[in-house]
């Protein structure tokens, strides 16, 4: 059962275009919802992440918006790059329990 | 300050064979966590440590995976022996207490292929 459902697979935007994945998820335990960027060859970094008492975190081009009664969570990129192309993976986390990881999204910014 | 470290980087074998993944944490985390990304999948957490003990391991296949972590520092992940479907990237990560933060540094992986 997966326990993060990530969407789309992929996502081809233009340069200056808006980026958006939606990530949704069922434990109401999870308290932790980091986002990751994934280049070809390197493993997953950390890029933004948000806990469930705030609504919206912005860290440069990038926002996390989180709907705690829909049990959903999104990146928006914004000004979208071509060096943003990469996948990108949300994941969920409870205290002292694993990192459970959507299937992440494949994201292409044409110049 | 240094990454998460691991070798090798790429590692091709034949089925039946052994194969073992080193890591190497960032300096000063005590918990380390062992992951298997198949293609196109996100990671999937096969052992947690903290310090020397190994505080998650239930989605570690133990009839032919095991991992060691001495002095709660490297660590050594192991395949005996290795089938088709263990070809996959493995990751390791490395954080503070998990308790207190969340935040992992993932290694840049070692890719296995089987054949």
């Known amino acids: 059962q997966q326990q993060v459902k990530q969407s789309p697979q992929s996502l081809i935007v233009q340069k200056g275009g808006i980026s958006i994945i939606n990530c949704a998820y069922e434990n109401t335990a999870f308290d932790y919802f980091p986002w990751y960027q994934q280049f070809p060859g390197k493993g997953p970094a950390l890029l933004i992440a948000i806990r469930p008492d705030v609504s919206e975190k912005k860290e440069g081009r990038f926002t996390i918006s989180f709907n705690k009664s829909a049990k959903q969570f999104s990146l928006h990129i914004m000004d979208s790059q071509p060096g943003d192309s990469a996948t990108y993976f949300c994941a969920a986390a409870a205290p002292g329990n694993q990192f459970y990881f959507g299937t992440g999204t494949s994201l292409t910014v044409i110049p | ?115």
């Not at chain 2, 310090?51 to 002095?71: H, I, Y």
């Open chain 2, 1 to 115: 300050e240094a990454g998460v470290v691991q070798s090798p980087r790429y590692k091709i074998i034949e089925k039946k064979q052994p194969v073992a993944f080193w890591c190497n944490p960032i300096s000063g985390h005590n918990t380390l966590y062992w992951y298997r990304q198949n293609l196109g999948q996100g990671p999937e957490l096969l052992i947690r440590y903290e310090n020397e003990e190994a505080v998650d391991d239930s989605q570690l296949p133990k009839d032919r995976f095991s991992a060691e972590r001495l002095k709660g520092v490297d660590s050594t992940l192991k395949i005996q022996p290795a089938e088709l479907g263990d070809s996959a990237v493995y990751l390791c990560a490395s954080s503070l207490e998990p308790a207190v933060a969340y935040e992992q540094y993932f290694g840049p992986g070692t890719r296995l292929t089987v054949t």
